[in-house]
């Protein structure tokens, strides 16, 4: 299974960006996908997440600006960002939690994308 984003970039503060996340290989079923995001010298920020049969889940930081939507058909994850703040600079990972076919039931991560919001 791979896992992989696109559609990081600079973008001015209070503009948009759409981060996408797409998934391959042996996938029977995915169980709840999410973002986590890592500013320079800071940690793994919890950003967003859903799962089946659930609303959506928001960190507060991003609540009202960002939203989470996922396309199963297409096993395709995306973050919708607006109002971009300074502070949501950040490289931005995209998780899925993939069921395959062998049985397995495994947390695969994308290798992280760039955005970065200038003032």
């Known amino acids: 299974v791979q896992v992989a984003e696109s559609g990081g970039g600079l973008v001015q503060a209070g503009g948009s960006l759409r981060l996408s996340c797409v998934a391959s290989g042996d996938i029977y079923n995915v169980h709840a996908v999410g973002w986590y995001r890592q500013a320079p010298g800071g940690q793994r920020e919890y950003v967003a997440r859903?799962?089946?049969?659930?609303?959506?889940d928001y960190a507060d930081s991003v609540k009202g600006r960002f939203t989470i939507s996922y396309d199963a058909a297409k096993h395709t994850l995306d973050l919708q960002m607006a109002s971009l703040r300074d502070e949501d600079t950040a490289t931005y990972y995209c998780?899925?939690?993939?069921?395959?076919?062998?049985?397995?039931?495994?947390?695969?991560w994308g290798q992280g994308t760039q955005v970065t919001v200038s003032s």
């Open positions: 998780f899925q939690f993939i069921l395959t076919n062998g049985g397995v039931l495994a947390q695969h």
């Open positions: 859903v799962a089946h049969a659930e609303k959506p």
